[in-house]
């Protein structure tokens, strides 16, 4: 079989001096940059559609005139001097380096430009071709970016000392407290005993203190309230002696912040309570979130509180968060059969 011969015409490149007058001009005014011609001195010579909108002149107001007319006042004997130095040694670079330049509109309002300059020698001498472009939409994109990266950074820092104030500040803090309980009732004296219950409910609010702080710390955080949620009962469950069901109804997502800064430190609250006091076997959790209400119950089957039994800083706690966001908090405990905590808050705040 014969071989089969193909042939691709590739088409001529045509000069740029070749091209119509017509031709050239249109690839200038089409630009979507400002493009501009000064001869030697900075006399403006072409200036295109763009340059135009950009600046808010017609043309006819700028041909003629020295360039520093698109310069801010105050930059314009500056702007002669690196005209003429750049003269001597003309090149294709952009101006201004490190520079923030600005562009000055007629209305004499100002905005942020970057300028590329290229030299044209001709028989006239000199020309400086100048391409103008307005940055100020992409000055603005910048700025949110470091914005968001300087917040992601701040997130981060937050998020480790958190974790460094959880992982080792409160868990010492809590072993300590748990070493001194077990120790109560080996004491035989009952004044000194009466001290060191005090110093653990001391270490209590410490502990309940640090996690408010870490909460506000983390507040800022993009996790649902319903992950904060999963997240408080899987760092109790360390010090638990079993993992408590949770049962959500409703749209926790939809809490209100507010509510919110008071409800999972109430949860942390309760559920460190349990921890310390209870010796429970199993725990329920149920957080309803309701048209008026929501409410938190935490229920145990732990050893229940005698009768008028002295209330420690952390039930303290949890009365004082309800009252914060006008709510109310019932406790409905027996010896020997088990605690439930009951804490309500309106929808919305009273």
């Avoid at 000069?15 to 006399?43: C, K």
């Avoid at 996690?211 to 993009?222: E, G, K």
């Avoid at 809490?255 to 199993?282: F, G, M, W, Y």
Wanted: proline residues 5%.
């Amino acid at each position: 079989m014969a071989p089969i011969h193909t042939s691709i015409t590739v088409p001529r490149l045509q000069p740029l001096a070749d091209l119509d007058e017509a031709v050239t001009w249109a690839m200038v005014e089409s630009s979507p940059d400002g493009m501009l011609l000064a001869d030697e001195h900075g006399v403006l010579v072409l200036v295109n559609t763009q340059i135009e909108a950009l600046f808010g002149y017609d043309r006819g107001e700028l041909l003629g005139l020295p360039v520093e007319k698109l310069i801010p006042e105050r930059h314009r004997m500056a702007h002669t001097a690196y005209r003429t130095r750049y003269a001597m040694a003309p090149r294709p670079r952009a101006m201004g380096g490190e520079l923030a330049l600005k562009g000055r509109r007629q209305d004499g309002s100002e905005f942020p430009v970057e300028v590329s300059l290229s030299p044209i020698t001709s028989e006239q001498g000199l020309r400086v071709v100048a391409t103008v472009r307005d940055i100020t939409d992409r000055l603005a994109i910048d700025d949110v970016v470091r914005r968001n990266q300087s917040r992601l950074r701040l997130l981060h820092d937050r998020e480790r000392l958190a974790r460094d104030m959880h992982d080792t500040v409160i868990q010492r803090i809590f072993a300590a407290g748990m070493g001194l309980q077990a120790v109560v009732g080996s004491i035989g004296d009952p004044h000194v005993a009466l001290r060191v219950s005090d110093t653990v409910d001391e270490l209590d609010r410490t502990i309940a203190d640090l996690r408010v702080a870490i909460f506000r710390l983390t507040s800022v955080t993009t996790a649902t309230v319903t992950e904060q949620i999963h997240e408080i009962i899987d760092h109790a469950t360390e010090h638990l002696a079993c993992t408590p069901t949770i049962d959500i109804d409703g749209n926790a997502d939809s809490i209100q912040p507010e509510l919110t800064e008071q409800l999972l430190p109430a949860l942390t609250e309760a559920l460190s309570n349990v921890a310390r006091h209870a010796r429970a076997a199993t725990i329920a959790i149920s957080v309803q979130v309701q048209h008026e209400t929501i409410s938190l119950t935490v229920a145990d089957d732990g050893v229940g509180m005698a009768p008028g039994g002295r209330r420690g800083h952390g039930l303290d706690n949890l009365y004082s968060r309800a009252r914060e966001v006008g709510g109310t908090i019932t406790i409905d405990s027996r010896l020997g059969h088990g605690t439930t905590i009951v804490w309500v808050t309106p929808r919305r705040r009273v």
